[in-house]
């Protein structure tokens, strides 16, 4: 068996590796979850630190991981007798994959025994097996909702609850959650990501000598695994111990009333949600305390705590950037605190702990104490990037940019009761056409000219009419009907091609008692078909031509986009983006999970010039054509955002062969006292519903 990669080989991320060490001191802290681009080492260092936790002693046959000295009362493999056998093992580390079945995540009915026995058993899923060790849930990200309760679930009791097929089981499942994900696949559900205790961002080292350092040990390790990981044995053994210490350290620990105090503030002043940030900044301080080998908790450790713990926790809105600015937390910090206490100079003995001066913090590249992780030098530098601390994504802020003063932004109050848009806005601010796109006495924007978006509003529910007959290939979301893995039974058939993916217990006996039979067989099995909702693609196609370049109107066409984006975030979908003016279309956003990254295309979006209205339908097919070669299985739901004009290009009713069988909705942005009802042209052709803009909001 290949020996894993050594906790003590990787290269910088002093951030990551002290946050993973601190919930193994303090698994309380409720795990981390790791962000960062593609190749960075997420996976290695998670699957590395399984090596480094302590043993515990288990129950000898109890599948739970029933512990001993205090065993689980309601156990299904219990009552444990006291006194009965016990055995020593390593940490489970249990890998939860993106594509696990629901039945294989929390066990269900043992249809061996069942069918061949006739009797009623559990066999137990990955929750059970995870007990009192590490979960891990790579590009936790793209894990399916129904996963995601369940995980919810478990996190929130510290126990699995299993209610299906008949089977009623409750068992212990208290495990140190963690994850990895690239944020250019899109982002958790917030519910998720704030029951991780400690988010951390990790990046490429920006300078060659860390670079090279970390292909240097990796071809290392490829060549001679075992001979590679017996270097590093007395390290990983090193932070072993300490993190036993530490652990057995952490009940002395006291945490004083006055950082309490200072806890409460910090979380006020970065305007937390709920109480859940102070508990875990508190425990990440006392588990900080005691890796440093001091009993009490002193500021510099609710300060490294809190750049661990708060950053994650301070979104308002789906589809707000994750993270935090750095400069917004350090001010928060140091401003809020304690206004009533000067700052002082800690000193080169500030910390009192073993560890001497500079060992005070996670940023100080000694995070896990190893002798050879090319911390202190250069090499340190894989979190060196503008957001290595706060897990936000590098680059640009997502947030739409905020108006100009004085600029009228519509309010989503303003849409209700409203037939005629152009009653909205006065024409100050607007130019004369140059273009002959616009009407007599049409003032449109001059071209390029940006719009800003006023507050989102919940817009109606756009979905596919039907639904889906994809009983192990519908995605799972929130917006149209398809027949899943998951949902509410509608009856029960025969399993195809003799897989079974979820039992009908009634129809299976019912069918063994038509026969006669006083034992159900495989001949009998018949399967749940279950109907729930599925994620779809949803493909913008925006008229940005001059006809809606008016800076009000379009304020409220891209509010209108920004809202059915935040819309299609909180339903799971993946979403596209095509611009049309001037005389061709583009793909502004190829489709993605990252709905962020939406809004960021939006707020760029530049408007003007003529109308290819046709050149946006065809880049529309071709994108289509593209995704069904990709994903066959996930629908598209198109949704064209215009007047109907076209005034380049040719008829696009020509066009709109190239999207036959594609459901779509057309939401029709003409205003003004006269109405040519060019939209709910194209809407017919499409054979698509025709919302006007003003009636979008539910």
Not at 332 to 339: S, W
Not at 370 to 393: F, L, M, V, Y
Not at 564 to 577: I, T
């Amino acid at each position: 068996m290949t020996p894993p990669y050594p906790f003590s080989a990787v290269v910088g991320l002093a951030d990551l590796r002290l946050a993973l060490l601190l919930t193994a001191v303090s698994p309380a802290i409720g795990g981390v979850l790791v962000r960062g681009e593609k190749g960075t080492a997420k996976s290695t260092v998670v699957r590395a630190l399984a090596a480094l936790l302590p043993e515990v002693e288990v129950v000898t046959g109890c599948r739970f991981a029933c512990d001993p000295a205090a065993p689980d009362a309601e156990c299904p493999d219990g009552p444990h007798l006291p006194g009965a056998g016990s055995a020593r093992r390593r940490s489970a580390l249990v890998e939860l994959p993106v594509g696990a079945t629901e039945d294989r995540v929390v066990g269900t009915l043992d249809l061996q025994r069942a069918l061949g026995d006739g009797v009623k058993a559990y066999e137990p899923g990955l929750l059970a097996a995870a007990h009192r060790g590490v979960l891990y849930v790579d590009e936790v990200n793209l894990l399916p909702d129904h996963l995601v309760d369940l995980l919810l679930d478990a996190a929130a009791m510290g126990r699995a609850h299993v209610e299906r097929d008949g089977v009623s089981v409750k068992h212990a499942a208290r495990f140190l959650l963690v994850g990895t994900m690239n944020p250019e696949e899109g982002e958790p559900r917030p519910q998720l990501v704030d029951r991780f205790g400690l988010v951390v961002g990790v990046a490429a080292p920006q300078e060659a000598p860390p670079r090279a350092e970390v292909v240097r040990r990796r071809l290392a390790y490829e060549a001679d695994p075992a001979a590679f990981a017996t270097r590093y044995v007395e390290a990983d053994a090193e932070l072993a111990a300490r993190i036993a210490v530490a652990r057995a350290r952490l009940g002395a620990v006291s945490l004083p009333d006055r950082e309490l105090d200072r806890i409460a503030r910090i979380c006020l002043a970065y305007r937390v949600d709920g109480l859940r940030a102070d508990i875990v900044v508190a425990r990440t301080a006392v588990a900080l305390a005691a890796w440093h080998g001091r009993t009490v908790v002193t500021k510099d450790d609710v300060r490294d705590a809190a750049r661990l713990a708060l950053p994650h926790r301070r979104r308002r809105d789906p589809l707000d950037p994750p993270g935090a600015d750095k400069d917004r937390l350090e001010e928060v910090l140091n401003a809020e605190a304690n206004p009533d206490e000067p700052d002082e100079d800690p000193g080169p003995d500030n910390g009192g702990g073993p560890d001497g001066p500079g060992d005070g913090g996670p940023g100080d590249g000694d995070g896990d104490g190893g002798p050879s992780d090319g911390d202190g030098g250069p090499g340190d530098g894989a979190e060196s990037g503008p957001d290595a601390d706060d897990g936000s994504q590098p680059g640009p802020s997502s947030r739409l940019p905020s108006p100009p003063p004085g600029a009228n932004v519509p309010d989503k109050s303003d849409l209700q009761g409203k037939s005629d848009l152009s009653d909205l806005y006065p024409s100050s601010g607007e130019v004369d056409a140059r273009d002959g796109d616009g009407e007599s006495g049409q003032r449109v924007e001059a071209p390029g000219a940006l719009a800003f978006a006023g507050l989102p509003y919940k817009p109606k529910l756009l979905s596919i009419a039907g639904r889906a007959n994809r009983q192990a290939g519908a995605h799972a979301g929130r917006r149209s009907p398809a027949v899943s893995r998951h949902g509410r039974v509608v009856r029960s058939r025969a399993p195809l091609g003799g897989k079974l993916t979820s039992l009908h217990v009634p129809d299976t006996v019912r069918a063994a008692a038509l026969r006669g039979a006083r034992r159900a067989e495989a001949r009998d099995v018949r399967e749940a078909v279950k109907v729930g909702r599925e994620a779809n693609l949803v493909l913008f196609v925006v008229d940005a031509s001059g006809s809606m370049a008016a800076r009000q109107r379009m304020s409220v066409v891209k509010t209108a986009i920004l809202s059915l984006l935040r819309d299609a975030y909180q339903r799971r979908d993946k979403v596209g983006m095509i611009s049309f003016r001037q005389h061709d279309a583009a793909l502004v956003l190829e489709p993605t999970a990252s709905h962020e990254v939406g809004v960021l295309r939006l707020a760029e979006l530049r408007t003007g010039g003529r109308t290819p209205l046709a050149a946006g339908l065809r880049q529309a097919a071709r994108t289509l054509h593209g995704e069904r070669r990709r994903d066959a299985r996930r629908r598209p739901l198109l949704v064209v955002v215009t007047d109907g004009r076209s005034t380049s290009g040719p008829d696009p009713l020509g066009v709109v062969p190239l999207l036959a069988g594609v459901p779509a909705v057309v939401v029709d942005c003409e205003s003004g006292p006269i109405r040519l009802g060019l939209a709910r042209r194209l809407a017919a052709a499409l054979d698509a519903d025709c919302i006007p803009l003003s009636s979008l909001g539910a």
